[in-house]
C-alpha cells in the first residue's frame, strides 16, 4: 500500500500579469504522517499552493489528489475545501469573547456529550493549554491563541494541518516551543502538517520534507539536511544559509580554482586556521551572534563571511588564515 497522502502533478495557477504569488506547473508527493515546509520569499506563490492543496481556489492546470481522490475546487462544493484538511491562518479565525473551551469544542457535534468532552481536553493536553480552558481568547497571547487554533483545527479527527506562516504573530521565544510542539503532536498523532514559511529556519527545524519555492516555481524538494548540504541553486544554498556567493573572477582572487561561473560555500564552510602564510585575509568587521561571531573578511578586494566559535580571537584589522574546507559550483 503506498504511503503517499497527497500528489500534486503540474499544478499552475496564474494571476493578473502584474501580481505576484502565482505557481507554475509544480509537482510533488506529500507522504501520510509527515512535516512539510514550503519556504520561499513573499510573492513566491507558498500560500497560493496552500490554498490550492485545500481545494479554496481554482487552479489553471494540474490536479490535487489526497488518498488518490481529486481535491475539488470552489466552484465544485458548495463550502470549499477539504473534510479531512483544516487550514490555520493567520488571524486564527476564533471568537475571541468565548472561552478556550467552547471554542475548540464548537468543531465537534452535540450528538455525543461525553465523547466532546474527552477529545476536547485531550487535544487541549497535548497543545500544553489545558489550564486555559475557561479563559477568553481576548485575554491570551499571541503564541496562547496560535495553540488554541491549533487545537480547534485538530479536534475533529483532521488529517491534513495546514498552516500559513504560524509563526508570525510569536516572538522568538515562544518560536522554538512551537515548532517542537508541532513537530511533537504530527509524532504523537500521525497528522500530516503543510507548512509554509518565509523564515528557512521553520523547515529546517520541523520539516521531513523541504519545498523551495520562488516566483512560483518549485526549485527544489527532498529532506532538509540533503538541500541544505546540496543545493541545485544559488537561491536555494542563499535562503537557508545565508550563503557567500562569488564570480569566478572573485573565487580565483582567492585562490579557490573554478570551472563553472559562481562559487558558493557557507561560512561554517570557511575555518578559520591559525598557520601563517601569504595567503591571509583581513578581518573587516566582527558581527555578535551570540555563542559564535562572524567575521567579515577581506582580501585582493574579495568580501566572505566566516564563523569564529572562540568568541574574540580575531578582532578588527587582525589577519587570518583561512581554509575554505568546501564549496560549490553553479
Known amino acids: 500500500m503506498s504511503n503517499i497522502l497527497i500528489s500534486v502533478k503540474n499544478l499552475t495557477k496564474q494571476y493578473q500579469a502584474e501580481q505576484a504569488g502565482g505557481i507554475r506547473n509544480v509537482s510533488f508527493d506529500i507522504k501520510k504522517g509527515d512535516v512539510v515546509a514550503i519556504i520561499g520569499e513573499s510573492g513566491s506563490g507558498k500560500s497560493t499552493l496552500l490554498k490550492s492543496i485545500y481545494g479554496l481556489l481554482k487552479t489553471d492546470e494540474g490536479e490535487i489528489y489526497f488518498e488518490d481522490k481529486r481535491v475539488k475546487g470552489p466552484d465544485e462544493q458548495l463550502i470549499p475545501g477539504h473534510k479531512q484538511m483544516k487550514m490555520v491562518t493567520q488571524d486564527f479565525s476564533l471568537n475571541i469573547y468565548a472561552k478556550v473551551y467552547d471554542n475548540i469544542a464548537s468543531q465537534l457535534s452535540n ?3 461525553k ?27 499571541g503564541g496562547e491563541q496560535q495553540r488554541v487554533a491549533i487545537a480547534k483545527a485538530m479536534v475533529s479527527d483532521t488529517q491534513v494541518l495546514l498552516l500559513d506562516e504560524p509563526f508570525s504573530q510569536v516572538d522568538a521565544l515562544l518560536k522554538n516551543q512551537l515548532r517542537a510542539d508541532i513537530k511533537r503532536i504530527a509524532a504523537e498523532t500521525g497528522v500530516t502538517v503543510i507548512l509554509v514559511s518565509h523564515d528557512p529556519a521553520d523547515g529546517l527545524f520541523l520539516a521531513d520534507q523541504l519545498l523551495i519555492l520562488r516566483n512560483g516555481e518549485l526549485l527544489q524538494t527532498g529532506k532538509p539536511a540533503e538541500i541544505y548540504q546540496q543545493p541545485k541553486h544559488i537561491y536555494t544554498a542563499q535562503i537557508l544559509g545565508n550563503a557567500v556567493v562569488l564570480a569566478r573572477d ?5 585562490g579557490l580554482k573554478a570551472q563553472k561561473d559562481f562559487v558558493v560555500f557557507y561560512p561554517e564552510w570557511a575555518e578559520i586556521i591559525n598557520n601563517w602564510s601569504s595567503r591571509r585575509y583581513e578581518v573587516k568587521d566582527v558581527y555578535y551572534k551570540g555563542f ?16 569564529q566559535l572562540n568568541r574574540a580571537e580575531h578582532q578588527k584589522n587582525d589577519h587570518v588564515q583561512l581554509n575554505i574546507s568546501r564549496y560549490l559550483e553553479f
Open 111 to 113: 450528538t455525543d456529550l
Open 292 to 307: 559564535y561571531e562572524e567575521l567579515l573578511l577581506e582580501r585582493n578586494g574579495v568580501n566572505v563571511r566566516a564563523l
Open 250 to 254: 572573485e573565487a580565483e582572487k582567492i
Open 115 to 141: 465523547t466532546k468532552a474527552e477529545k476536547t481536553l485531550a487535544i487541549m493536553e497535548h497543545l500544553r493549554i489545558l489550564p486555559l480552558q475557561n479563559k477568553k481568547i481576548i485575554e491570551l497571547s
